[in-house]
């Protein structure tokens, strides 16, 4: 058992931004909660563990709503290294964008992320992607991620959680896939392959 395609949805045309069915009111809604799209990915094995850990540290600290299929994803930025596990995740949580970074990197520290190069090897990487509030841009966070409709290792996954997905110029996740320059691999998980435990 895992965390693979599990749904507690409400609504079957959930959005992150807009109606369910014929109502007014922002799928998920719920009084002093946000809807958080949580990117998980890493590339040091156990992969999958770390991605299944993750998931069960946000369900503690919030209800975890969605899951994506696990996607193995070829390496982005810098390419030699060996192939990333990646999901997202539909989170619900009374916690602001800021406190929602605090505890990502709370997170990531517990799993055993140790400082490395940029786009390196790491065991666990968990980002906000998206929410259902305002923008954020401040020194440490951005919402909109300022990257993710650059990667297809996000997009792909935020189609099996959110297919209804508009961004904020009303793009679809659809339209933002066909639009994506990054061609790299990604394909559904099969299975936990050989991969080094440290680089």
Request: charged share 20%; with cysteine.
């Amino acid at each position: 058992m895992g965390y693979h395609s599990r749904t507690k949805t409400p609504c079957s045309h959930a959005r992150l931004v807009g109606s369910c069915g014929s109502g007014t009111a922002q799928a998920f809604s719920v009084v002093n909660a946000y809807t958080y799209i949580i990117g998980l990915g890493g590339n040091i094995a156990p992969r999958q563990d770390y991605l299944r850990q993750a998931l069960a540290m946000l369900e503690k600290e919030g209800t975890v709503l969605r899951v994506s299929p696990f996607y193995e994803t070829a390496p982005w930025g810098v390419t030699d290294q060996p192939a990333f596990l990646n999901a997202a995740a539909l989170w619900q949580s009374d916690k602001t964008p800021g406190d929602v970074l605090h505890f990502l990197k709370q997170t990531e520290s517990a799993l055993g992320r140790l400082p490395a190069r940029r786009w390196g090897p790491r065991r666990i990487d968990l980002d906000i992607i998206d929410y259902d509030g305002p923008e954020v841009h401040t020194e440490n966070l951005h919402i909109p991620h300022a990257a993710f409709s650059r990667r297809l290792f996000v997009l792909i996954p935020m189609r099996d959680i959110l297919p209804e997905y508009q961004n904020r110029e009303g793009r679809t996740i659809q339209t933002l896939i066909k639009q994506c320059s990054d061609k790299g691999s990604v394909k559904p998980y099969t299975g936990e392959r050989h991969v080094p435990h440290a680089l």
